[in-house]
């Protein structure tokens, strides 16, 4: 079906910047389907929460705690969706999954996990103080 796989993910100190990249492989037919792609993280005893989205039509939906400091990107060409994380937190600190949804699932929030079946294996994020 959809595979996602996430790298970019390392050891920075407080107000440093990462870029992660989440490659998007699979059948054509299922990532046609796909109408949003988004980042997640997971912090150690947390839930897993939603940080940004980005649809196909190029709409943007961001978390307000990371709003004006990460900012996705999707290159369609290369079916790689980007996340450029800048201004970096010790609370920023998390594995980061990219996730992608498919028909039937386009009504739930962007930022709801609910909305989205494929997902990566995760790149840890971790942000020195």
């Known amino acids: 079906q959809v595979q996602l796989a996430e790298s970019g993910g390392g050891s920075v100190q407080s107000g440093g910047s990462l870029k992660l990249s989440c490659q998007i492989s699979?059948?054509?037919?299922?990532?046609?389907?796909?109408?949003?792609m988004a980042w997640f993280r997971q912090a150690p005893e947390k839930g897993r929460e939603g940080v940004v989205a980005v649809d196909t039509d190029g709409t943007k939906i961001y978390a307000d705690s990371v709003k004006g400091r990460f900012t996705i990107s999707h290159d369609s060409a290369k079916n790689i969706v980007y996340l450029e994380m800048n201004g970096l937190r010790p609370e920023d600190t998390a594995m980061y999954y990219c996730?992608?949804?498919?028909?039937?699932?386009?009504?739930?929030?962007?930022?709801?996990?609910?909305?989205?079946?494929?997902w990566g294996q995760g790149t840890l994020v971790t942000v020195s103080s």
């Open positions: 699979g059948n054509s037919g299922y990532i046609d389907g796909i109408y949003s």
């Open positions: 996730a992608a949804d498919k028909p039937g699932y386009y009504d739930r929030h962007h930022l709801d996990l609910e909305r989205y079946t494929y």
